[in-house]
Structure formats: C-alpha cells, structure tokens
C-alpha cells in the first residue's frame, strides 16, 4: 500500500503562483508514473499534469504553459509549480502514482484562486 501526502494548497490572488508538494511512501518511488488531478465543486476529477518514471510529460490543455509538473526521486517527491492562477483553476489537488495495476490517490489539497 502506497501513502500520498499533498501539500501546499492555499488562497491566492488571481495571476499569483502555489507550488503542490507529493510525498509517496514506500521505497519503489522511481517506477511510479506520477500525477496531478483535481476536482473543482460539481465537476468529476480531471487531469491536471503526468510525468513517468521515463520524465515524459503530459499537460491539460487548459495548464499548458502555466503549470510545470517535476519529480525528485532522491527525495521521493513530486512537484506541481502554478503561475499565472485564475479563478477557474480552484479546485481540490490530488497526487496520484500508478504503478502496474495498482492506483493510489492522496487525501487532496485545496487551491482556491479569488482576490
């Protein structure tokens, strides 16, 4: 069983930058393909960014240019740096690591972009 720890959600001002933090637990940290996903009040869970043990990347449209998704495996960790925040990109934050079959998700972190 794999453990998430999300941090770093918080109230920011529109136009203003969050870095989320992931914390997986367990010693298989590099085979992971690690993820950003989040929920916003009325809509399902969407992706946000993806990067696999290999360092491909993907990106939602709608963060492309904006959001860069990282991972440190020296320190088991992953990374979410947001610039340029709009309302729309309020939501709760979930990390997410796949590995094989198996799919664990964190308890999530709120983003809450308003001024």
């Known amino acids: 069983q794999v453990q998430l720890v999300e941090s770093g959600g918080a109230l920011v001002q529109p136009g203003g930058s969050l870095t989320l933090s992931c914390a997986p637990s367990g010693s298989s940290f590099r085979f992971y393909i690690m993820g950003w996903y989040r929920q916003a009040p009325g809509n399902q869970r969407e992706l946000v960014a993806t990067i696999a043990n290999s360092g491909r990347i993907n990106y939602a449209d709608s963060v492309k240019g904006r959001f860069t998704i990282s991972r440190d495996n020296a320190k088991n960790a992953v990374y979410l740096q947001m610039n340029s925040l709009k309302s729309e990109d309020t939501a709760v934050y979930y990390c997410?690591?796949?590995?094989?079959?198996?799919?664990?998700w964190g308890q999530g972190t709120q983003v809450t972009v308003s001024s």
């Open positions: 997410n690591a796949k590995i094989g079959p198996a799919n664990y």
